[in-house]
């Protein structure tokens, strides 16, 4: 019944962009608070940002920052996070989860309830 699914991930070039989407179903994301996770082969989970309820408040780790956008279009029940001038190390399987509200986003996969399955990104010549 709730259920959130990533997409958009693909083989992209370094310096360029993709845009992942994560919708939900069963729930509306208006009222959570959603985070972006991404986990390489051997390597620990890391959150790369997250957006409030509200719209506008997010953070970023000092990795992304500056290259990640994340957005909210709440008539599809729909958060993007907008990737730019990807590097090979953001190459990762990337996950989208939701959480109830908090007073701000945070990136620890604690703090999630509900999560995608994951879409393949890859940065490579």
């Known amino acids: 019944q709730l259920q959130l699914v990533e997409s958009g991930g693909g083989l992209v070039q370094p310096g360029g962009s993709l845009r992942l989407s994560c919708t939900a179903s069963?729930?509306?994301?208006?009222?959570?608070?959603i985070g972006w996770f991404r986990q390489a082969p051997g390597k620990e989970r890391e959150g790369v940002s997250c957006?409030?309820?509200?719209?506008?408040?997010?953070n970023f780790p000092n990795s992304v920052k500056g290259r990640f956008t994340i957005s909210r279009d709440n008539a599809n029940n729909t958060v993007h996070l907008l990737m730019n001038s990807l590097k090979p190390e953001d190459t990762a399987v990337y996950y989208c989860?939701?959480?109830?509200?908090?007073?701000?986003?945070?990136?620890?996969?604690?703090?999630?309830?509900?999560w995608g399955q994951g879409t393949q990104v890859t940065v490579s010549s």
């Open positions: 957006i409030h309820t509200s719209g506008d408040r997010t």
């Open positions: 069963g729930f509306t994301l208006d009222y959570y608070n």
């Open positions: 989860a939701a959480g109830v509200d908090q007073p701000m986003c945070w990136l620890y996969p604690y703090y999630y309830d509900y």
